[in-house]
């Protein structure tokens, strides 16, 4: 007789026959396997637990009969194993590196309507069939010898893990596609990640015509049914080209040969609910337990991230020309301050507005970006300075004049509405007045400076449905719009061969955030939505408005050196012992009652300081306790403690003292590597 340990994908709490007092057990139970089911390791099973049928799967099969009563397995729900043994191990691993109780883990790995277990009536009528569309390859393009040599070296070093850096515009996606159709041959898998959804679109019609095969899709806005059937195909290893964004990484994959992350910096590779997975590090972990299939990997970016760029600096690929040897845009700073003393009161610069006219003139387009979408970035009383701001959050409500159809107030951190008000609550007043720039009232005023011009919105209000983006860009790439009006979506990956100007409405945005990688991620941010100007065959032009012309940031990017920023900030984190020369642990407390989370937070941290004086660890550790820089966020006040070391294994060791009580406290969240300190 075989036993198997089936791990399900919810808390099991059962009753204490003693006490009475309720236990978790760590979701697996054990159950006899029935001589005429072919269970394996890695199966999707149905088993009993009390008067229900659940499905689990399989996390290992032994001899050993346990000391306790066993039921049954029930049956298997597909005819092969979901899950490979190395796959066991990295939902194990994920559990421990990161954290978090094993039963939440699960959900990533195996679409949710197969995890749940319903009495369903057998079908009478056929199960519809996926449409696969006949796929026009496109015509073969020339490699620059820089591509060529990217390729050669990938295929033939030694080295499994390498990072493109190529200036926006130097061809990496086409290096992608070669990669691709080399491992798709070999009868591999590859698998292509990007950091938003709205990047898709492009991606997918991109590959699948130069490889010339359809390509299966997962992100978080398919329809359960197209997930499962893309799933079952990846799973069962009938696709090879797999595009997704984050949660991709853990598709089952039957024979992996490459993971290619585009636009690697992005801080969407980074899980903000539990478990606060990085994709870097998972697919590095995929690739370590990889004992059957060397997979290959490959890091793609104009802009590094520093930890990376530090990591692979002896496997890095450059990429120092565009396409056809197209200059990068030319990238002037305009000081605000001057424009005021000008008495130019318009959010736009006589040199932007300027650029704007000879852009249109020319019939060419032109995109303007700001990071925060709403018409006015407050609401004040211009009577008492009263702000209105959302009581959940503690933060300004933006203004909207158009989204919902009529004026509102949003809080872009809770999503709660709000009418704008007539009179101040504070003072009576009737003074309201809207202040600060978003990207509708940006749409507005452009509008007003050029009543012929078409423009085009791409930010989270106008692109909350399905396939949304997908038509913005459509349309524009199409010249059906002159002018782009956007936020952080369009500074990504974008190509858009008739934009000639990209024009940065406030680059202050953003800027002085209290945090290490501030500097970094404006630099990053900024240069990829610079690259997106003069891509073709005309040197673009890029304006960058600002009230800080000496910012670091605007520097790097005027100069387009990432060499030069890299050297800066590689230095600065090494004097101040930030990774990657460090490792990270951010705590948050959060609780209703600002008391009581500033009273836990503070137990929690003399707790810390207690189990580092026992480990004689107290000089190798900093631990740091502060407010979030957001104190207050859907209605809770949040509290941070932040520990700091050369030494992860000291740091393991410390959370291991506090682990179990720390899971189980829903008021207290465990991120590993932190994106933001603040």
């Known amino acids: 007789m075989k036993y198997a340990q089936v791990l399900f994908p919810q808390k099991i709490i059962f009753k204490n026959q003693k006490d009475n007092s309720l236990e978790e057990l760590n979701s697996t139970l054990t159950y006899k396997i029935p001589e005429n089911l072919n269970v394996e390791k890695g199966s999707l099973v149905k088993a009993p637990i009390r008067n229900s049928q659940r499905i689990g799967i399989v996390l290992r099969i032994s001899e050993a009969e346990p000391p306790f009563r066993t039921f049954e397995i029930r049956e298997i729900m597909l005819p092969y194993p979901v899950l490979t043994n190395s796959q ?120 699948e015509r130069s490889i010339g095969i359809n390509a299966s899709v997962i992100h978080s806005k398919l329809s359960e049914g197209e997930r499962i059937r893309n799933w079952k195909d990846i799973s069962g290893g009938k696709s090879k080209l797999i595009i997704g964004s984050r949660s991709s990484i853990f598709t089952p994959f039957k024979n992996l040969g490459l993971i290619i992350i585009d636009e690697e910096h992005e801080s969407s590779y980074k899980q903000e609910n539990s478990p606060r997975y990085s994709v870097q590090r998972i697919a590095e972990k995929i690739q370590e337990l990889s004992k059957d299939q060397q997979i290959k990997i490959v890091y793609g970016s104009a802009t590094p991230s520093i930890e990376i760029a530090e990591k692979l600096k002896n496997s890095t690929i450059k990429l120092f020309n565009r396409i056809g040897d197209i200059p990068l845009p030319a990238v002037e700073i305009v000081d605000l301050r001057e424009e005021f003393k000008k008495q130019n009161h318009s959010i736009f610069s006589e040199r932007l507005q300027e ?62 509405i709000l009418k704008p008000p007539s009179t101040c609550p504070t003072c009576k007043g009737v003074n309201i007045r809207f202040l600060g720039i978003g990207t509708e009232r940006i749409e507005k005023e452009i509008q007003k400076l050029f009543p012929k011009a078409k423009i085009v919105r791409a930010d989270k209000d106008t692109t909350s449905k399905k396939d949304s983006f997908k038509t913005i860009y459509e349309d524009f790439k199409n010249h059906k719009a002159d002018i782009l009006v956007g936020t952080q979506m369009i500074a990504k990956g974008l190509h858009l061969p008739l934009v000639n100007l990209v024009g940065v409405v406030l680059a202050d945005i953003g800027l002085n955030i209290p945090d290490f990688k501030t500097l970094e991620k404006n630099f990053q941010l900024l240069t990829q939505v610079s690259g997106r100007a003069g891509r073709t065959d005309t040197k673009g032009k890029v304006i960058i408005q600002t009230y800080n012309p000496d910012n670091l940031a605007l520097k790097y990017t005027k100069e387009n050196s990432y060499d030069e920023f890299f050297k800066y900030e590689i230095t600065q984190r090494k004097l101040l012992l930030n990774p990657p020369f460090s490792h990270l642990i951010k705590i948050m407390v959060e609780d209703k009652s600002l008391k009581n989370c500033q009273t836990k937070t503070e137990k929690l941290y003399i707790q810390i300081n207690k189990i580092l004086s026992k480990l004689n660890a107290m000089s190798e550790v900093e631990v740091l306790k502060y407010p979030a820089y957001m104190i207050k966020l859907h209605s809770k006040y949040r509290y941070i403690i932040l520990l700091k070391s050369v030494n992860r294994e000291i740091l393991d060791k410390t959370l291991e003292n506090i682990a179990k009580e720390i899971i189980m406290d829903t008021s207290i969240k465990i991120d590993i590597d932190p994106n933001t300190t603040s």
């Open 88 to 207: 066991i191990e990295l939902l194990k691993w994920i559990s421990s590196y990161y954290y978090c109780p094993i039963h939440q883990i699960i959900k990533l790995f195996i679409p949710k309507k197969l995890l749940i277990a319903k009495e369903t009536k057998k079908r009478t009528t056929k199960p519809k069939t996926r449409e696969v569309e006949q796929i026009i390859s496109s015509k073969k393009k020339d490699l620059t010898e820089e591509q060529e040599k990217a390729i050669n070296k990938i295929l033939k070093d030694s080295s499994n893990t390498f990072l493109i850096q190529g200036v926006t515009g130097s061809g990496k996606t086409e290096i992608y596609v070669h990669l691709a159709k080399y491992f798709i041959n070999q009868n591999l898998q590859v698998l292509i990640l990007v950091p938003e959804i709205a990047l898709t679109p492009q991606t997918i019609e991109y590959f």
């Open 355 to 416: 650029e704007l006219r000879k852009v249109l003139a020319e019939k060419k387009q032109a995109i303007l970006f700001l990071n925060r979408r709403g018409s006015s970035s407050s609401v004040v009383c211009r009577d008492c300075g009263f702000i209105y701001k959302c009581e959940d959050c503690e933060m300004p409500m933006t203004y909207h004049e158009k989204t919902l159809g009529s004026p509102t107030m949003i809080c872009h951190h809770c999503g709660k």
